[in-house]
């Protein structure tokens, strides 16, 4: 049971360029969310996903989109990074939006150069 | 925007000192929680509170939910190096579906 994992854990970015951070939870946890966090600002809401076929936007949505590939996996795409979006992301998971307990994954590194 | 205001910032402390942190808002939250992130780690959960004027704890963590439901309280008793880290508070309103609303985070360091 590996709990929230994440991938990759680091990588750079130049502007422009896009990519996929990767999250799975072998929980069987319905909802799965999204944040980023950065210096001084706590953690902020991307994007989430109540239950399996559907998303929403969180707090700063801007600049990325999210697809709810089955109840296992809920990815996080950008597709033109900027510098703006330099950030550690967080992908968590519970097992119903009135659950208390977010699990959290180890967080990917990026940096938009 | 950011609707939770978490205090202080940081705090430098000697092994054996209490410490306390709070939260404020000032619209209601319904479910209050506090988390704890290691570096290099995501936030894992330490203590949830559910109605107004809850306290509780867990071991030497004490939290409490404000009775106006737009405070909360964080208090470590006797703190060792292992409290380290960043300690967040989380809010959640009914309204808001199952989306929480995350402090600035009070970064602690502890001094053997």
């Known amino acids: 049971n590996a709990g929230v994992t994440q991938t990759p854990k680091f990588q750079v970015l130049k502007t422009g360029q896009s990519m996929t951070l990767q999250c799975a939870q072998d929980?069987?946890?319905?909802?799965m969310y999204w944040y980023r966090q950065d210096p001084g600002m706590g953690l902020r809401l991307i994007y989430y996903s109540a239950s399996e076929g559907t998303t929403d936007k969180g707090e700063v949505p801007n600049g990325y989109n999210v697809s709810r590939l089955n109840k296992r996996e809920f990815s996080l795409r950008l597709e033109s990074a900027a510098p703006s979006q330099t950030s550690v992301y967080f992908c968590a998971s519970r097992r119903s939006p009135h659950t208390d307990t977010q699990y959290f994954g180890p967080g990917t590194r990026l940096t938009v150069l | 925007g950011q609707q939770l205001n978490q205090s202080p910032q940081s705090m430098f402390i000697q092994e054996g000192e209490d410490v306390s942190m709070n939260c404020t808002s000032s619209s209601i939250f319904n479910t209050w929680l506090w988390y704890k992130q290691e570096p290099g780690e995501g936030p894992v959960l330490l203590i949830a509170l559910y109605k107004a004027g809850e306290l509780t704890s867990n071991g030497r963590l004490t939290a409490q939910f404000g009775i106006t439901r737009k405070d909360s309280f964080l208090n470590i008793s006797a703190s060792i190096p292992s409290d380290v880290g960043i300690y967040f508070c989380a809010g959640q309103k009914e309204t808001s579906g199952s989306r929480l609303t995350f402090g600035e985070g009070t970064q602690l360091t502890v001094n053997p």
């Open positions: 929980m069987n946890h319905n909802s």
